[in-house]
């Protein structure tokens, strides 16, 4: 069984390592249960493990609730819009990576490399 990880802190280095138990990502956004609950259920952040007891996160998805939140708040959006705001990120991210991968052979074909 993995160690329990302890919350982020400033400056610490965010992994992709799934080390944080329900309780302590709970813990580090200052969320209750139910509502870490709620966003797995969304497909906003997605645990490692099949039951909830063996859930676990990595760092990134303090990241993930804390833009959640922020999406919430700023934007008015219940968890299913901001389901939907999370996925329309990705997706633009996916093509902006690819605009660039296009671009980057684009220079080199006319560049002759």
Known sequence: MPDRAQPTQPGD???EAFEL???DLCTAC???REQIEIYVAEGIIEPQGSRITQWRFSRMNIIHVSRARRLQRDLGLNV????LAFDLM???ETLKRRLARFEQATEDTISGN
């Open 13 to 15: 280095p965010v992994t």
């Open 21 to 23: 138990t329900l309780e």
């Open 30 to 32: 200052d969320l209750p």
């Open 80 to 83: 299913a819009g901001v389901a």
């Open 90 to 92: 990705t997706r633009i």
